[in-house]
């Protein structure tokens, strides 16, 4: 694609809630994902991507705001939401030109009882089309477009009832879904999204947030993906550590000393019924990839694949998020630009709410509001160009910080907690802190240089009229023969 062709590129962002990295198959999964895998050819494949919070929705609000969970004052999952009306950069997306629409999971607005009285919210930072469905979690026990679809084919209240049951006496057991498959969340989300992307004209750029509302527990997957996989061939879980006693008190003390799901039959169960679900995504991420194809816009569409966070499927006696370990907080990042991105490798350290201004880049939006985020187009042309000198993550007031070898965790008191070398010891069994002070010290400077530029600096956007003052007066600046955003 030419930096001088008029048309911008469509944008597609792909996401999936609770997806650990290598659960696609180009990071090394035992699940098959092979049209993501196919994508990830023509793509910069980012191997070093954490998430800013370890849990969904401090996660997805940084993202929204391309600020960390202090700043905003949500540590973990709660009462938490985007400001009507704040400039967000899906807004400065629509502002230059696109049709904005998002479906399936977005968890920015008050959640209340009914998903459809929310969508004036979802309009308000940025989008025009809404149809937000939870997963199963979430929608148990809220209404929306998705379980008005149930309710109408008389199987919500089943479904409700199967839930409770899981909840109640089985919430690790893995079990197929009820639903029929097309009313399935990963299936009737991305059909959602794909009969919007069909209408649209075919001479003006848009913009589909397409959130897979799975792998997010429970587990799920409907037939024939809840049988694809078997237990007895599942990837041993790495173990507990018995070497990697923390060094002071942390919500990571805390959660270690808790209890450890160490029954291999149920873990093995649950990770073939996440592999299935897995599988699943990957077919309807097919789906939609040829509805581009079909539409004649491959050449013009820009694609970004990614995750709130991971989950720890057995890895260290544990399930779900919440916690620092790799297999938490790593998430995929594939990123494509027709004409730029070959298949190649970046071990630059990102981070998820990087995706924002990545793809306002992409779109020759302006972002004019105060975010702490970083295009990352610069590694997607030359995959070996740095980011940033180290990454962080926030969880329950404990901060995480690495610069891609190490990992260390300190607490809220600004102890240090535990210290991985992920090269010598990728399974995070041993606490090094005693012998690498150095380390220790490098990455704590670290920490308080990212914690102090993002803490000191920070604007709440707030203030709506004062940001479209500012906008129009980018959007004034940028020249009429701006480039596309993906240059040649």
Not at 72 to 81: E, M, T
Not at 183 to 207: K, T
Not at 211 to 238: I, K, L, N, Q
């Amino acid at each position: 694609m030419s930096a001088t062709d008029v048309r911008r590129p469509n944008i597609l962002l792909i996401m999936a809630d609770q997806l650990r990295r290598d659960a696609l198959g180009v990071y090394g999964s035992w699940a098959d994902t092979p049209h993501i895998d196919e994508l990830a050819r023509s793509s910069t494949i980012f191997d070093r991507a954490v998430t800013v919070s370890p849990a969904c929705q401090p996660a997805r609000l940084s993202l929204a705001m391309g600020q960390y969970p202090h700043n905003f004052g949500l540590w973990s999952n709660g009462p938490g939401f985007v400001p009507a009306g704040a400039p967000t950069w899906m807004s400065a997306i629509r502002d230059a030109g696109y049709d904005t629409s998002t479906f399936g999971k977005l968890h920015l607005g008050r959640l209340g009882k009914d998903l459809r009285k929310n969508e004036d919210h979802a309009v308000s930072i940025g989008f025009d089309t809404v149809n937000e469905a939870l997963d199963a979690r979430g929608c148990f026990a809220k209404m929306s477009h998705m379980t008005q679809a149930w309710a109408d084919a008389g199987l919500l209240e089943a479904f409700r009832d199967d839930h409770a049951d899981r909840l109640a006496n089985a919430p690790l057991e893995a079990r197929p879904s009820m639903l029929p498959l097309d009313l399935y969340y990963d299936v009737y989300v991305p059909s959602r999204a794909i009969d919007h992307i069909a209408a649209l004209p075919a001479d003006r750029p848009w913009f589909c947030n397409l959130s897979f509302p799975g792998p997010h527990e429970p587990w799920d997957a409907p037939e024939p993906y809840a049988s694809m996989y078997a237990p007895e061939d599942a990837p041993t879980p790495v173990p507990v550590a018995t070497d990697a006693e923390p060094a002071a008190p942390s919500y990571l003390d805390k959660m270690l000393r808790g209890v450890a799901h160490r029954d291999r039959a149920v873990i093995a169960g649950l990770q073939a019924n996440y592999a299935g679900s897995v599988r699943l995504i990957d077919d309807q991420v097919g789906r939609v990839l040829e509805l581009i194809r079909e539409r004649g816009e491959w050449e013009h569409t820009v694609i970004a694949i990614t995750s709130d966070h991971g989950e720890m499927n057995g890895d260290h006696g544990r399930v779900y998020k919440g916690n620092f370990y790799q297999s938490a907080v790593s998430v995929p990042l594939i990123i494509r630009i027709p004409g730029v991105t070959r298949g190649e490798r970046s071990a630059a350290l990102v981070e998820l709410h990087d995706v924002g201004p990545t793809l306002a880049e992409l779109a020759a939006a302006p972002l004019v509001v105060e975010q702490f985020a970083q295009s990352l187009v610069p590694s997607c042309h030359d995959p070996t160009a740095p980011a940033r000198a180290v990454h962080i993550s926030e969880y329950k007031r404990d901060y995480m910080v690495s610069d891609g070898r190490y990992r260390l965790v300190v607490n809220r008191d600004a102890d240090s907690v535990v210290l991985h070398d992920l090269q010598q010891d990728p399974g995070e069994q041993h606490n090094v802190l005693t012998g690498h002070r150095d380390v220790e010290l490098e990455l704590r400077e670290g920490l308080f240089r990212a914690i102090t530029r993002a803490q000191l600096t920070a604007k709440r956007p707030g203030n709506v009229r004062a940001f479209r003052l500012q906008k129009a007066e980018a959007q004034a600046r940028l020249a009429p023969d701006q480039p596309s955003g993906v240059p040649e």
